[in-house]
């Protein structure tokens, strides 16, 4: 299916709301049948009927279907947030008594999650340098079930070899999950090289313009109904008609914004990585980056977030670099029309303890013109 007509039309039956051209918002809570013996046929086979608006709604079934498809899945569920489909992922695929292998330094929530709140379920996760494939070997346990990937992550952009650990999943018997949100279905695709669910934050870039919270999986058909049935129903955690309307309506923009953005970052990349108050850029996409030839494989393109080591390890002077910037907002969360800069040292309270180095900086290129930003940081990086 062609990119454009996944965007523009596919889903979308205009003849069935006055042919107008955006869809509707189908603000309800539940749908009418006009028999009882009607809304029992339909009870019966929730998934594929408009019952409650905790399970389908016909805003939120447009949006499935081009989720899915961009992702090259059969199928998908949304969810009020990036969390919410997450925990639903992880949790809908692991028992008292299970282990979870997942990759060091995840979304700080997501290894909240693993690290502090399945414990108490029973549930233990050992988290290993995902780049080795002889990693996952070593940390497998006969009580196994899930490979929790991030690839890459969004601050030091380590990959894992999407590939063979699907290959090596597939062996043990282990089911695998990946946060898929840096790169959006557009750069790239983990369904094809094996990967089962793969979750996405969609407040980042497919909502793209920082207004709404949102998140979505895609899979297959057997595993999407088997997670919509227990955990989706009975968490609750649904994505309002309004907001899923805005995710449509974010989602029309994305490959343009998504290649402005790549541009964009390419010459920021390029400016940082000659000026002398930098001592390096990390980028999966960097000529020196260790990871390149495995983000040429499995990546189409990097997207709008860098970290950069400044040359000083000195927090104020860091924060004084921050607080310098004009065209960046000082801010968490990443993937909107606007640029964001988020240093370490804003969240991380012990130095030596931090899993990621507290002198780091990173950056989410927007939708600015290049030449704004690097005379921005130009004139910024003059504090240090
Ligand atoms: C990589 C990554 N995954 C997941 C999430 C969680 O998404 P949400 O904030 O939509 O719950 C975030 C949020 O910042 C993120 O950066």
């Known amino acids: 299916m062609n990119l454009s007509y996944i965007i523009n039309r596919l889903g979308e039956d205009n003849e069935n709301y006055y042919n107008a051209v955006a869809p509707p918002i189908i603000q309800t809570s ?12 339909a009870i019966n086979d929730e998934k594929n009927n408009l019952i409650y608006s905790r399970g389908n709604n016909p805003t939120l079934d447009i949006l499935v279907k081009k989720l899915a498809a961009l992702e090259k899945a059969e199928d998908a569920i949304v969810f009020a947030s990036g969390m919410a489909a997450i925990s639903t992922a992880i949790i809908a695929n692991v028992a008292a008594g299970d282990h979870v292998i997942c990759v060091q330094k995840p979304y700080s929530w997501t290894n909240k999650l693993l690290s502090s709140l399945l414990p108490r379920f029973g549930v233990e996760c050992s988290f290993i340098n995902g780049g080795e494939i002889s990693n996952y070997q070593q940390s497998l346990k006969p009580n196994t079930k899930l490979i929790y990937l991030e690839s890459p992550n969004t601050f030091t952009f380590e990959l894992q070899d999407l590939k063979a650990v699907a290959a090596f999943a597939k062996q043990n018997n282990l089911i695998t999950i990946i946060d898929n949100s840096y790169s959006t279905p557009l750069f790239q695709n983990p369904i094809e090289f094996g990967i089962d669910i793969v979750v996405h934050s969609a407040t980042k870039y497919i909502g793209g313009h920082s207004d709404t919270v949102a998140g979505f999986l895609c899979s297959s058909k057997e ?83 860098l970290t950069v080591l400044l040359k000083t390890n000195e927090i104020p002077k860091i924060e004084s670099f921050c607080n310098a910037l004009k065209c960046f907002y000082i801010a968490v969360s990443w993937g909107g029309y606007e640029s964001l800069v988020f240093p370490v040292c804003s969240f991380v309270n012990d130095k030596e303890e931090s899993p990621i180095p507290f002198n780091l900086v990173r950056f989410s290129i927007g939708l600015e013109e290049p030449e704004e930003l690097i005379q921005d940081i130009e004139n910024a990086l003059k504090v240090l």
């Open 223 to 305: 595993i999407v109904e088997r997670i919509f049935k227990n955990e989706f129903l009975t968490f609750g955690g649904i994505i309002s008609p309004f907001n899923a309307w805005l995710l449509l309506r974010g989602l029309r923009t994305l490959p343009i914004r998504m290649e402005k953005i790549a541009k964009t970052t390419s010459i920021v990349i390029n400016f940082l990585e000659n000026h002398p108050k930098i001592e390096k850029v990390i980028y999966p996409f960097s000529r020196d980056f260790p990871q390149l030839e495995l983000a040429e494989f499995q990546m189409k393109c990097g997207s709008g977030m």
């Open 30 to 41: 539940n749908f009418s049948y006009k028999t009882v013996s009607d809304l029992r046929l």
